[in-house]
DNA sequence: TTAAAAAATGCAACCGCTTGCATTAATTAA
DNA sequence: TTAATTAATGCAAGCGGTTGCATTTTTTAA
């Protein structure tokens, strides 16, 4: 147990006692203030870059009323669509100056709730967020909404907070990847959708439906169940499925995981992939290129999102406009081995 | 373009005003201060309930010389080791009222010597780390440790830093995977190493060697192959191997990705699986269950991992005393049916 | 009933930096 | 050479809480 250290944190007031003038003149050569001479700006700079001076944020940011951190929201770090949403955040966050405190929800909108506050009370300059599946009021968003402060949304959002919103087209992913089993020939296509309390979740329903319908193909209940899309839910959907005495020959899933899951739970009753059956998840995953078949999929744009979400928000912070543009990131058709020409 | 937004911002003055008290006594009421009689309290809290009065974190920081902010510092979000360990971080940081402010490095000290200035500037409380697999001075650590700022590092770690550290015997994981792969029968076993200026790689090379010393088998150099462990360094290593005259039926991936690669690649060039070689990988990833055959594995415990060094960290913070304890978690032996009995 | 002790509250300085305005120094124009 | 500009710098009041110490109020003891 060491006595206690040398607190010593260097201050303007040590940079400016050392050169026998005011912190201000310091604290405005450091900032490159145009009213400050080239001499005095060089020697400032010298003597700090010396003592080891180190701008303190915390006191910055008080004196400035601006933090210049941007809060993020998201349900989980584990899926490697927010992963990579995070490192598209990261990075855009990062090169405007933006440090980033992060929440997880762990899709819980009780601690959504709960985050909001803790982002509030550390006045963050901006949020990005991505609800819970489950979030139906959003009233903790009015503190900041209220207060100027902008919140960028993206994929899982809603349009009655006032900001930019960065979506993909979901009903649209899950036209395009039942159309593909379609084309392939696939005549019989089970979905296994999400909560749908979740827009996302729904469009994705829809468009299903609505594939089915424009090429004609009978929509069978027993081919559209619902979950909350759980390892289990995929597991126990795959069994129904394959005890009916007419079997899909296709599924969508309308999830990485549950993507995943089918297909490994297919294989492991006997199904051949994808002769007799053809899967496609929505959403996409590194994984889905290394199991056998590898698994097709609609990828969604995990880093772009996240990207623009951030630039959007910036974007308001510095213009302190409220926009509430909303950006389509364009979705992509991975065909794999797991949908083929039957 | 709308006016500026309506900035009230309620602070204690606000409620002092509102009660007719002064503001320290606000402030003492708000933080359970003993010497505030009940009723005080009471009104207080509710007056600040009403007003919609949320603590100014920032100001509050400053004048308490604690921010409550945790810095992490890791490689990379996307792998899933480091996000577990995120999870991990986040989930006992926040339990215990901390923020956490998270950068990566992407494997690149510059970005890492960047990284800590800003933790620096941030004025964290305390820094959680893990290493990039280049970082060989650590004098970027100084600041923090003069300042007796605690550093808790995981899994890359480097003993001349002070501060807790959270390993896993790599060492023990590379030997045992090794001797599981001789428990098969395994003759010729092949070892894809990362660059040995990583300590990490260095123990998981030795622990390999060692196994096969230990079971007296020949420890040929062709199947030692040391690289940057990208993909393309997996996919070049495999071909080599399985164009020797000799190929080896047994190969230790030094990481999980390289383990899938390999694998992946294998097939590809019509290798039997498990019959013809074997694989075990040195860390897990979801995606081993997945593929085929399902891929053995060293299971590191990221998220046991993150939790501790912020548990180990944030009494570090509390005690104010420096914790140079090392803790080693234990790892995992997972057999799945990459290695099979030959 | 009054003095002493304990409980509540208030005052004011401080945390480190920023910034509008005043002041001083250096230039330029007259 | 002096007045008028312009360029540099300093002063001091914040930003919104926190906290040691003084002061006031209430309670307890004498």
Known sequence: MPPKENKSEITINDIAKELKISPSTVSRALNDNAKISD??????????????????????????NKTNIIGVIIPNIGSQFFAKALSG????????????????????VQQEIEMTRVMNSARVDGLVCCLTMETKDFSHFDVFVK?????????????????????????EAAYVATEHLINLGCKRIAHLAGVSTSKVFEDRAE?????????????????????????QDARDAIRIWMN?????????????TTGLVIASAAKSLGVQLPEELSIISLGNERCNEFVT?????IDMPGYEMGKSAVKQLIKSIADGELDNSITLKPIQLLIRNSSFKH
Request: aromatic fraction near 8%.
């Open 39 to 64: 001499v005095t700006k060089r020697k400032v700079k010298a003597v700090a870059q010396d003592l080891g001076y180190e701008l303190n944020l915390v006191a910055s940011s008080l004196s400035k």
């Open 89 to 108: 955040i990261q990075e855009v966050a990062r090169s405007h100056g933006y440090n980033v405190i992060i929440c997880q929800t762990n899709e819980s």
């Open 147 to 171: 207060k100027g402060i902008p919140v960028s949304m993206f994929d899982r959002v809603s349009y009655s907070v006032p900001g930019p919103k960065i979506v993909v087209d979901n009903y």
């Open 207 to 231: 468009g299903f439906k609505d594939a089915l319908t424009k090429y004609e193909l009978p929509l069978l209940s027993q081919y559209l169940l619902s979950s909350d899309l759980t390892e």
């Open 244 to 256: 009916l005495p007419e079997k899909p020959d296709g599924i969508v899933a309308a999830s990485a």
């Open 293 to 297: 078949p590898s698994l097709s999929a």
